[in-house]
């Protein structure tokens, strides 16, 4: 299988951190956010990565080279000027195997386990554009239940909400391509129209997910995976 990483984020609400490295270097527990990246999805079966980046894109370069040391495949597709998620999505897709029947793509600031086979099945069998993973949205506060007497009865510690947000793990058909943006966002252009079109799916998951964007993600990571590794980290 192929994979597309999308790696070229500034990171600018993780300054300092990203001063001198992209935001997909920053480091967890030791070890960059892409490192995680590239281990789940080798062990999912995974051996031949684009990683599109642009901001410092020689300290991914330096690090991951051509993949030989972990027994993949990486080339890059690199951005000369901002072209957003949709744009890098669509350089990268240029530069991968579109012979085969899809390829993966995610985000490169987030930190998983999803089952990638899940995502795939539900891809192949609907004969999807796309398809998309889906991750429960959590309370990022306290939640208070009260009763009509205007008393608190019950306290619930960021509870999980029965809301699903987009986890920026997708199956894509290489037919997607044409339909991104050359600059901009597929999540606000392109994914609207597939899913107007009834061609885009959704696959649910409750595995471990964190999207890494402030100095408090990577703090709440730190301790989550000191507690819970990854099991392919």
Same mark, same amino acid.
């Given at each position: 299988?192929?994979?597309?990483?999308?790696? +070229? @984020? $500034?990171?600018?609400? %993780?300054?300092?951190?990203?001063?001198?490295? =992209?935001?997909?270097?920053?480091?967890? !527990?030791?070890?960059?956010?892409?490192?995680?990246?590239?281990?789940?999805?080798?062990?999912?079966?995974?051996?031949?990565?684009?990683?599109?980046?642009?901001?410092?894109?020689?300290?991914?370069?330096?690090?991951?080279?051509?993949?030989?040391?972990?027994?993949?495949?990486?080339?890059?597709?690199?951005?000369?000027?901002?072209?957003?998620?949709? +744009? @890098? $999505?669509?350089?990268? %897709?240029?530069?991968?195997?579109?012979?085969? =029947?899809?390829?993966?793509?995610?985000? !490169?600031?987030?930190?998983?386990?999803?089952?990638?086979?899940?995502?795939?099945?539900?891809?192949?069998?609907?004969?999807?554009?796309?398809?998309?993973?889906?991750?429960?949205?959590?309370?990022?506060?306290?939640?208070?239940?009260?009763?009509?007497?205007?008393?608190?009865?019950?306290?619930?510690?960021?509870?999980?909400?029965?809301?699903?947000?987009?986890?920026?793990?997708?199956? %894509?058909?290489?037919?997607?391509?044409?339909?991104?943006?050359?600059?901009?966002?597929?999540?606000?252009?392109?994914?609207?129209?597939?899913?107007?079109?009834?061609?885009?799916?959704?696959?649910?998951?409750?595995?471990?997910?964190?999207?890494?964007?402030?100095?408090?993600?990577?703090?709440?990571?730190?301790?989550?995976?000191?507690?819970?590794?990854?099991?392919?980290?």
């Amino acid at each position: 299988m192929q994979a597309i990483i999308l790696a +070229g @984020g $500034l990171g600018e609400r %993780l300054r300092p951190f990203t001063s001198d490295r =992209p935001k997909t270097m920053v480091e967890v !527990g030791g070890a960059p956010i892409l490192a995680y990246q590239l281990a789940w999805l080798k062990a999912s079966g995974v051996d031949r990565f684009v990683i599109s980046c642009g901001y410092r894109h020689d300290v991914i370069q330096d690090r991951f080279g051509n993949g030989e040391a972990l027994g993949v495949h990486i080339e890059y597709a690199i951005e000369r000027e901002k072209l957003g998620t949709g +744009g @890098g $999505l669509k350089l990268a %897709l240029g530069a991968a195997d579109v012979n085969d =029947p899809f390829i993966l793509a995610t985000n !490169g600031d987030i930190l998983t386990d999803m089952d990638i086979a899940s995502i795939i099945d539900l891809h192949v069998s609907a004969n999807n554009i796309a398809t998309i993973s889906l991750t429960q949205l959590q309370s990022p506060y306290g939640i208070v239940d009260s009763d009509e007497a205007h008393r608190v009865t019950a306290f619930h510690e960021k509870p999980l909400l029965p809301f699903w947000l987009s986890a920026g793990v997708y199956a %894509l058909s290489p037919a997607i391509r044409p339909l991104l943006p050359d600059k901009g966002d597929h999540e606000r252009s392109t994914f609207p129209q597939i899913a107007h079109d009834g061609r885009l799916g959704a696959c649910k998951s409750t595995a471990y997910w964190r999207a890494i964007d402030t100095a408090k993600d990577l703090s709440e990571a730190e301790t989550e995976l000191a507690e819970h590794p990854l099991p392919h980290v």
